[in-house]
């Protein structure tokens, strides 16, 4: 069967079929799919039957593979396999729960961020645990000139424990970031407006989990001019809402898209997926 590439919403991602993930893909398919995840942001595949070993395979067709810094959540034997799960067996976590419920890009604390992500899902709540998807190119096409070229001259820094103070702290929840994984991620920065290396398009490269504020400026001067492109960035007609199946193999690019999973099913709703993180290069600056 030839390999198909179709939209999924009008804004991001695209359903691929008629590839077998549990084998090497052919290097035409491979540079296909290289092409699409720039192009779409996010390739779902359907009805996949993957190992742990198959699928940190299929990643590192696209590139070396990182290790989380949540070393506790990582898979025994498959330190490139970050579990994320609410599952807890003889008292112990199977993964860490919860992760990512809200906007990010993989690694943009780090000084290197992630090209790509690959998660699996293994279980699904019966409803709910839905992940959200948004198109940073668009974000960036359709704000006016003026703010474009300001904003392609700013950097911003990015900090790991900032979704602890923002999304966390904030209601009187624990932080949830250890001093360990705190000090291997000290603050970093980027351009604000980064040009995606396959297809040459302007992204804007800021998101509400890590970003703190802009480049020499107070985090209050940065404040109302962040929530205004949070509040662009987030807006429904630049959104795909993944709905998983057992099986879904779901691949974004980190380098023009954010995504949020929702926190909307309970404990006793098992979702247990596994996560690959793609390494990706310095955001190039315009
Ligand atoms: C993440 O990679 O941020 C988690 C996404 C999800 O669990 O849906």
Redesign the pocket.
Known sequence: MPISIQKISPAIGAVVEGVDLSDPVPSKVFEALQLAVGEHGVLAFRDQHLTPAQHVAFSRQFGSLETHVISEALLDGYPEI?V?SNVVEDGKPKGRP????YW?S?LSYMPVPAMG?M?YALRIPEIG???MFANMYLAYETLSSGLQRMLEQLRAVHDFGHADKRFFSQRGAKARLDDTAKKKTPPVEHPVVRIHPTTGRKALFINPGFTSRFVDMTEEESEPLLQYLFQHITQPAFIYR?R?QVNDLVFWDNRCTL????RDYGEDSP?H?H?TTISGDKPIPV
């Open positions: 970050y994320i919860y992760a990512g419920t990010h993989d992500s998660m645990g839905d992940t993944h998983w995504h949020h999973a929702i979702r997926m996560r």
